[in-house]
């Protein structure tokens, strides 16, 4: 890692599980989200994180050329792309960020949309995340 990463980073560097190996490993892997018309909001904030977070490259199928711009604005480390490039007889490396369904706990009420999108986008960010800093 450069020295502005270290900076950057540093507070995950610093979580026991995390780490430096934890947060190399996060700058090179790859993420895949698409967004789905029935909850893209929940998508689009897992898809921040991760680049927030420093993943090296998300891919975000079905996102709008100003969706990758502002993705692209909160992780300055990764590639923020709308289709992946796979070259033909190679696999493709990126692995699916899963979105939790909705909890049985949480209210039913509708106007809630907003928090629940930040609530299943957080967690499936942090999930993902954890998966690739503690292999």
Same mark, same amino acid.
């Given at each position: 890692?450069?020295?502005?990463? &270290?900076?950057?980073?540093?507070?995950?560097?610093?979580?026991?599980?995390?780490?430096?190996?934890?947060?190399?490993?996060?700058?090179?892997?790859? +993420?895949?989200?698409?967004?789905?018309?029935?909850? /893209?909001? +929940?998508?689009?904030?897992?898809?921040?994180?991760?680049?927030?977070?420093?993943? *090296?490259?998300?891919? &975000?199928? *079905?996102?709008?050329?100003?969706?990758?711009?502002?993705?692209?604005?909160?992780?300055?480390?990764?590639? &923020?792309?709308?289709?992946? &490039?796979?070259? /033909?007889?190679?696999?493709?490396?990126?692995?699916?960020?899963?979105?939790?369904?909705?909890?049985?706990?949480?209210?039913?009420?509708?106007?809630?949309?907003? +928090?629940?999108?930040?609530?299943?986008? *957080?967690? +499936?960010?942090?999930?993902?995340?954890?998966?690739?800093?503690?292999?």
């Amino acid at each position: 890692m450069r020295d502005e990463q &270290v900076r950057r980073y540093s507070r995950h560097i610093l979580l026991p599980d995390v780490g430096g190996l934890g947060q190399t490993a996060l700058l090179v892997s790859s +993420a895949r989200l698409e967004l789905r018309e029935r909850d /893209p909001d +929940a998508e689009l904030i897992a898809a921040t994180y991760l680049a927030a977070g420093g993943v *090296g490259t998300v891919i &975000v199928r *079905g996102a709008s050329d100003a969706q990758v711009a502002e993705l692209a604005a909160h992780g300055p480390d990764s590639r &923020v792309l709308t289709e992946p &490039v796979v070259e /033909p007889g190679s696999r493709d490396p990126s692995r699916e960020v899963a979105l939790q369904p909705r909890p049985i706990w949480w209210p039913s009420a509708e106007g809630d949309a907003t +928090a629940l999108a930040f609530w299943r986008g *957080g967690i +499936a960010a942090t999930r993902w995340m954890a998966e690739i800093a503690n292999r």
